[in-house]
């Protein structure tokens, strides 16, 4: 079972910036791909940002130029830097992973999984 964990969210003014953290643990083998989503109130969750395990990255065109993100292999962990924000940037931000983890001694299996989310409101 993997777990990941967000961090880093919060209120911030128009124009300001955020960092958001999030940590994947677990019986973790290897993580593929891992990405940034977001969700308003009544509205699907929409990509934000994704990034490949060797660094490629793909990214929502409302948020090219602002919003940059990175991983750490080493920690597992995967970030998003929220520059230039705008208030049509305030929603939840939920962080997922893909790879394979390990289940048993001998048994490996691919897991997908979310963490909670994390709040970013953009306001004066």
């Known amino acids: 079972q993997v777990q990941l964990v967000e961090s880093g969210g919060g209120l911030v003014q128009p124009g300001g910036s955020l960092r958001l953290s999030c940590a994947a643990s677990g019986s973790i083998v290897s993580i593929n791909d891992m990405g940034w989503y977001r969700q308003t109130p009544g509205k699907q969750r929409e990509l934000v940002a994704s990034i490949t395990r060797d660094g490629s990255t793909n990214y929502a065109d409302s948020v090219k130029g602002r919003l940059t993100i990175s991983r750490d292999n080493a920690k597992n962990t995967v970030y998003l830097q929220m520059n230039s924000l705008k208030p049509e940037d305030t929603a939840v931000y939920y962080c997922?992973?893909?790879?394979?983890?390990?289940?048993?001694?001998?048994?490996?299996?691919?897991?997908?999984?979310w963490g909670q989310g994390t709040q970013v409101s953009v306001s004066s």
């Open positions: 997922k992973a893909d790879g394979l983890s390990k289940t048993t001694w001998t048994s490996f299996s691919a897991f997908s999984s």
